[in-house]
Nanobody, 110 residues
Framework: QVQLVESGGGLVQPGGSLRLSCAAS????????MAWYRQAPGKQRELVAF?????STNYAEPVKGRFTISRDKNTVYLQMNSLKLEDTAVYYC??????WGQGTQVTVSS
């Protein structure tokens, strides 16, 4: 099994930045995909950013140009810049389409 531990959420003003981290441990494959999702109150969980095993990336339209996903060994990061009110959500890390993290709250508010 794989365990995911997320960190880095918090309260930030519009226009601010946050960096989320997700550390994977356990029975990790040599090659795997990682992604960040988010779920706002009353809405379905949605894909935010994806990074493949070879480093390819993909982003949801609302975050393109503002968010950057990266990975270093068994940790994946989400750098979030120019945050907007509508970015408020619980952010979840996903390992290889199987395992979810516990979620970290991101609140953008003035």
């Amino acid at each position: 099994q794989v365990q995911l531990v997320e960190s880095g959420g918090g309260l930030v003003q519009p226009g601010g930045s946050l960096r989320l981290s997700c550390a994977a441990s356990g029975n990790i494959l040599s090659m795997y995909d990682m992604a960040w999702y988010r779920q706002a109150p009353g809405k379905q969980r949605e894909l935010v950013a994806f990074i493949g095993s070879r480093g390819s990336t993909n982003y949801a339209e609302p975050v393109k140009g503002r968010f950057t996903i990266s990975r270093d060994k068994n940790t994946v990061y989400l750098q979030m810049n120019s945050l907007k009110l509508e970015d408020t959500a619980v952010y979840y890390c996903n390992y290889n389409y199987i395992t979810w993290g516990q979620g970290t709250q991101v609140t953008v508010s003035s």
